[in-house]
């Protein structure tokens, strides 16, 4: 049993090459020894994993806009917020202080490469 194993695995690797009139098998490359790497392919998040993300722009003088909106927005929503708001450049921000008081949902600066999760608000940094 083991030897006709081994036979047809030998055998679907090896395919038949016509050159110049003869027939030859060679033997082909495996899929592991592929010297060029494979381009990753991102993981799709299941259907209870997606959720909502809203993004909000305001000027300088939107806050109060904000913290009503907040005030009113449900903190179990299962929506991410991303706030981008005009700030003067090098500003050190209070926007999540400040929002931060108007409703129970996680206020945060955003960051490259920060993970965004449901019920949460993200603010943009000034330089952005």
Not at 20 to 41: E, K, W
């Amino acid at each position: 049993m083991a030897a006709r194993q081994k036979s047809s695995q030998s055998q679907a690797t090896l395919k038949r090459v016509a050159t110049h009139g003869r027939v030859r098998r060679s033997a082909t490359r495996p899929p592991a020894a592929r010297t060029r790497a494979q381009p990753a392919v991102p993981r799709i998040p299941s259907a209870s994993e997606r959720f909502p993300i809203v993004g909000i722009g305001a000027s300088a003088g939107g806050l109060e806009a904000l913290e009503t909106f907040f005030g009113y927005m449900s903190p179990e929503s299962g929506i991410a917020f991303v706030v981008v708001m005009h700030q003067p450049l090098h500003h050190v921000s209070l926007l999540p202080e400040l929002l931060g008081r108007c409703t129970t949902m996680r206020v945060l600066a955003a960051a490259d490469g920060m993970t965004i999760e449901p019920n949460s608000i993200y603010i943009a940094p000034s330089n952005t």
